[in-house]
């Protein structure tokens, strides 16, 4: 199934099934628990994020080939990090450049995220799957100057910035990907194609990451899992290619489709 969260023209909100045909069905139901479609095709004046995540876990340096453009040794165990919900962002809604907290040096990152659909604990990596809702594609928008250079050793703070997490546009079952590491993934800038591989070159896959993220600690339904990004990034271009307003930014994911948003300054 491929879900979309929606606002309707009287301003309510609601899941809804998205055909073949392009129509949306209401969804009825617990979203984390087998929501029934119905019949009735909704009025869908706003495209939402699918989910609204209760907590946003990402993951560093996850593909062999990003790690080599960086210069990075690659990882013992993943490297994590955590965003804020605050940076959430709906398909077709514009990114936004910090000016008041100001940079010059915001990156795109293709990324697939993974959420989670039932409460786990230290699952093994042979049932992690079992406790996954779906997936979707997530832009991990990131001002390098915040990241690396401001941050004090962390990188939250160039992570974190409103609009930094532009996710959706659907929400597709877990039952409709069969391997989530082997998916064609890419970013298209302004029509020119920066980032093009295959989840399958993550250093830690799916499963493996829901283990370690699970050891010792919950992760709640609507957690969402941010897998790394390929190479290709906008610090590894020659020279830097810095999101810029005016732009137009898509992340294409196989099997789950594509998320688009333009780029403007913070008001």
Known sequence: MKIIRYQDGKGNTGYAAKQEDGSTLKLTGNIYAKPQITSEVVEVARLLAPIEPTTIICI??????????????????????????????????????????????????????????????????????DYVLGYTCCNDVSARDWQLKRGGGQWSRG??????????????????????????????????VMQDWNTNDMIFQVPELIEFLS????????????????????????????????????????????????VIEEA
């Open 60 to 129: 560093g340096l996850n593909y062999r080939r990003h790690a080599q453009e960086t210069g990075a040794k690659l990882p013992e165990y993943p490297v994590v990090f955590f965003k804020g919900i605050n940076t959430l962002l709906h398909p077709g809604e514009p990114i936004q450049l910090p000016t008041h907290l100001h940079s010059d040096e915001v990156d795109y990152e293709c990324e697939l995220a993974v959420v989670i659909g039932r409460a786990c604990k230290n699952v093994s990596r042979a049932q992690a799957l």
């Open 215 to 262: 050891g010792s600690t919950t992760l709640l339904p609507g957690t969402v899992i941010l897998t790394g990004t390929p190479h290709g990034v906008g610090m590894a271009q020659k020279p830097p290619r810095w999101l810029r307003s005016g732009d137009q930014v898509s992340i294409e994911i196989e099997r789950i489709g594509v998320l688009t948003n333009s």
């Open 159 to 192: 992570k974190s910035f409103d609009t930094f997490s532009p996710l959706g546009p659907v929400l597709v079952t877990r039952d409709e990907v069969a391997n989530p590491n082997e998916l064609s993934i890419r970013t298209v800038l302004n029509g020119q």
